[in-house]
C-alpha cells in the first residue's frame, strides 16, 4: 500500500495554472458525465454509501485552484466544479496527490489523516462511508479514463504515464507486489 515516510507530492504549478481560468461549466460537465461512466461501470459503489447516498460531498484538492462538490444522487452524481467554498456535509481536503492516492489504493487515508495530510470535516460517517465505498470498488480512473479515448487510447496513456512519472500523482492504481 503506502509508505508513511514518503511525502506527498503537490500538483506543480504549471499543471493548476490553467485551473484558473479554464470555464468551469464544461469540466463540470464532463466530470458529472465521467462519475455517471463510473456509476454505470461500478453501481455498487453508490449501493455501499448506504443513507449516505444521498448526501452532497466537497472534495478540495488545497493544490489547485478550484473545488469539486459531489452530489452522490443515489446513483446517478452531478459533479459540480467552483473557485469559492461550498458547503456540504463533509468536506475531504488535501493535495491533488493525496486524494488521488487514496481513491486508487497509493496512499493509506489513515497515514494521510494523522500527517495532516488530509483534513476531514463535517460528517465523518459520511466520509468513511464515501471512503469504504471507494476501497471496496477498487476504482482505477486512468482504465475508465482509456475506455473513453477511442482511437486515441495509445497516445492518451503514454501522455498519462508520463505525466504520472513526472509529477509522482497517482493517476492510475499501483499493482500489487506479487508474494
Same mark, same amino acid.
Do not use: Q
Given at each position: 500500500?503506502?509508505? $508513511?515516510?514518503? =511525502?506527498?507530492? /503537490?500538483?506543480?504549478?504549471? %499543471? &493548476? @495554472?490553467? *485551473?484558473?481560468? !479554464?470555464?468551469?461549466?464544461?469540466?463540470?460537465?464532463?466530470?458529472?458525465?465521467?462519475?455517471?461512466?463510473?456509476?454505470?461501470?461500478?453501481?455498487?459503489?453508490?449501493?455501499?454509501?448506504?443513507?449516505?447516498?444521498?448526501?452532497?460531498?466537497?472534495?478540495?484538492?488545497?493544490?489547485?485552484?478550484?473545488?469539486?462538490?459531489?452530489?452522490?444522487?443515489?446513483?446517478?452524481?452531478?459533479?459540480?466544479?467552483?473557485?469559492? $467554498?461550498?458547503? =456540504?456535509?463533509? /468536506?475531504?481536503?488535501?493535495? %491533488? &496527490? @493525496?486524494? *488521488?492516492?487514496? !481513491?486508487?489504493?497509493?496512499?493509506?487515508?489513515?497515514?494521510?489523516?494523522?500527517?495532516?495530510?488530509?483534513?476531514?470535516?463535517?460528517?465523518?460517517?459520511?466520509?468513511?462511508?464515501?471512503?469504504?465505498?471507494?476501497?471496496?470498488?477498487?476504482?482505477?480512473?486512468?482504465?475508465?479514463?482509456?475506455?473513453?479515448?477511442?482511437?486515441?487510447?495509445?497516445?492518451?496513456?503514454?501522455?498519462?504515464?508520463?505525466?504520472?512519472?513526472?509529477?509522482?500523482?497517482?493517476?492510475?492504481?499501483?499493482?500489487?507486489? &506479487?508474494?
Amino acid at each position: 500500500m503506502s509508505n $508513511p515516510s514518503i =511525502a506527498v507530492p /503537490r500538483c506543480p504549478p504549471l %499543471l &493548476a @495554472a490553467p *485551473l484558473r481560468v !479554464v470555464p468551469l461549466a464544461p469540466l463540470s460537465a464532463s466530470l458529472t458525465a465521467f462519475s455517471r461512466r463510473i456509476a454505470t461501470a461500478h453501481p455498487g459503489l453508490f449501493r455501499r454509501l448506504g443513507d449516505y447516498a444521498n448526501t452532497p460531498f466537497v472534495i478540495d484538492p488545497t493544490d489547485l485552484p478550484l473545488v469539486i462538490l459531489l452530489h452522490p444522487g443515489n446513483g446517478t452524481p452531478k459533479v459540480t466544479v467552483t473557485r469559492r $467554498p461550498v458547503e =456540504a456535509a463533509a /468536506r475531504i481536503a488535501g493535495p %491533488l &496527490a @493525496a486524494l *488521488l492516492g487514496l !481513491v486508487h489504493g497509493g496512499f493509506d487515508g489513515d497515514a494521510l489523516f494523522f500527517s495532516r495530510d488530509l483534513v476531514i470535516e463535517g460528517d465523518t460517517s459520511a466520509s468513511l462511508a464515501l471512503r469504504n465505498a471507494i476501497d471496496d470498488a477498487e476504482l482505477d480512473l486512468f482504465e475508465e479514463l482509456m475506455r473513453l479515448t477511442g482511437p486515441l487510447a495509445a497516445p492518451v496513456h503514454r501522455a498519462l504515464l508520463l505525466l504520472e512519472r513526472r509529477t509522482g500523482l497517482y493517476l492510475t492504481r499501483p499493482e500489487e507486489p &506479487a508474494w
